[in-house]
Each structure stands twice: as C-alpha cells, then as structure tokens.
C-alpha cells in the first residue's frame, strides 16, 4: 500500500507567519493529492484537490504545489481561524489513505 | 446548502452490530459516490469506505473487510454503513463524505468536498 507522511506532525507558528506543510508518498502518486483542514469537534474541510486546485471559498492565502512523492500546503499569511491540524489525502487509487496530520499551534 | 446528516452512532459491546445511516439533502445524491471516513478519539483520519453511485464499485480498508458493509439507497438519498462484529478499536467519529470528480487537463480527479459533521460509536462491555 502507499504510504503517507507528513512533516512536522507539529508546528508553532504566529499569525502573519508563512507556514509550510510537507505530505510524502511512497511510491508516486502523480498529483492525486488532496488537502484538508479540521478544527476540533468538528468535520474536515477540503481546502485543495489535485495537488494544487484550490477548493471554491477556500481563501487564496492557501496554496498546494508538488507532484509524484513531494507535496505541499502554504499557508502565506496565517490567520486566526488557521489554527488546526491539517491532513493530506491520496486519491489516485484505493485505499483512500490519509496522512497522519500537521497540528498548527499557537506560538 | 447541501447537506449530509450522519446518524445511528451509540454505545455497542464488543461483538456486536450497528447501522450507520447518512442523509443527504439539497444534491443530486443519485449523481455522487460516497465514503465513510472515521477518527478515533485524539487520532488521525482512516478512511474506511467507498460505493459508487450506482453501487457498481464499493471498496472497504482493510481494517474493515468482512465486517463492515456499504450500501445506499438512491430513492431515498440515503448511505448506509453495517458494521458487524465491533471491536474496541472500531470506536470512532464516523463521517459521510461526498466523492467530487473533475476533469484537469485530461486526468479525472476525485476528492471529498462534503463532510457530515460525523455520529460516535463507541464499542466498550
């Protein structure tokens, strides 16, 4: 099965901070990545698909990029509501696995 | 505003069974695969199952084969999760999510762009 890691699994960060998210897969996916958002209590929230498409009513401050075994999650000017974790999601073939998730703190 | 509505989560001892039931509303349901994702207490997301729209394609996680059937019922813009034979380690948020595809360039990709805010099933003696 493909594998997904993600890095850090923890990261501290101020609001205005560009926050970088790295998710790796083992072996190539292509760009069958996804990206999500879950702030506790509540459900995930697609924020990009295909690796960099960007979600409709997702804020443009959110960008995805990569292809084959790297990808990443900019976040260019962090705000508020951004605290939470954040999970990748391949979705090139089944089984549909996450990531183990970047948990997004407060400084 | 579209809309899924998860239902049927409770308390369950070890063993036993429990039906998931997810509502779909302002959609075309017939027109959208589905999945069934879960989250156990403090932990990551597991994706657990899929069902095309027409039931043609269901795929199950390992962790669930055998135990855990999907199924839906387009008539009534519903999904369904059987989940027989629970363990503890079954006990979990269950979400319903909505499979999107689009075409990019040639390439068709899915992603899950609607999230039922989840039902809890806890599996404990």
């Known amino acids: 099965d493909i594998q997904l890691t993600q890095s850090p699994s923890l990261l501290s960060a101020s609001v205005g901070d560009r926050v970088t998210i790295t998710c790796r897969a083992s072996?190539?996916?292509?760009?069958?990545l996804g990206w999500y958002q879950q702030k506790p209590g509540k459900a995930p929230k697609l924020l990009i698909y295909?690796?960099?498409t960007l979600q409709s009513g997702v804020p443009s401050r959110f960008s995805g990029s990569g292809s084959g075994t790297e990808f990443t999650l900019i976040i260019s000017s962090l705000q508020p509501e951004d605290f939470a974790t954040y999970y990748c999601?391949?979705?090139?073939?089944?089984?549909?696995?996450f990531g183990p998730g970047t948990k997004v703190h407060v400084k | 505003e579209v809309h899924l509505v998860e239902s049927g989560g409770g308390l369950v001892q070890p063993g036993g069974s429990l039906r998931l039931s997810c509502a779909a509303s302002?959609?075309?349901?017939?027109?959208?695969?589905m999945n069934w994702v879960r989250q156990a207490p403090g932990k990551g997301l597991e994706w657990i199952s899929y069902?095309?729209?027409?039931?043609?394609?269901?795929k199950y996680a390992d962790s669930v084969e055998g135990r855990f059937t999907i199924s839906r019922d387009n008539a009534k813009n519903s999904l369904y999760l059987q989940m027989n034979s629970l363990r503890g380690e079954d006990t979990a948020v269950y979400y319903c999510?909505?499979?999107?595809?689009?075409?990019?360039?040639?390439?068709?990709?899915?992603?899950?762009?609607?999230w039922g805010k989840g039902t809890t099933v806890t599996v404990s003696s």
């Open positions: 072996p190539d996916i292509r760009n069958y």
């Open positions: 069902i095309s729209s027409t039931s043609n394609t269901i």
């Open positions: 295909a690796a960099s």
């Open positions: 999510a909505r499979v999107r595809g689009d075409y990019i360039l040639g390439s068709y990709y899915y992603y899950m762009d609607v």
């Open positions: 999601q391949r979705l090139n073939s089944f089984p549909f696995t």
């Open positions: 302002e959609f075309i349901f017939r027109s959208y695969s």
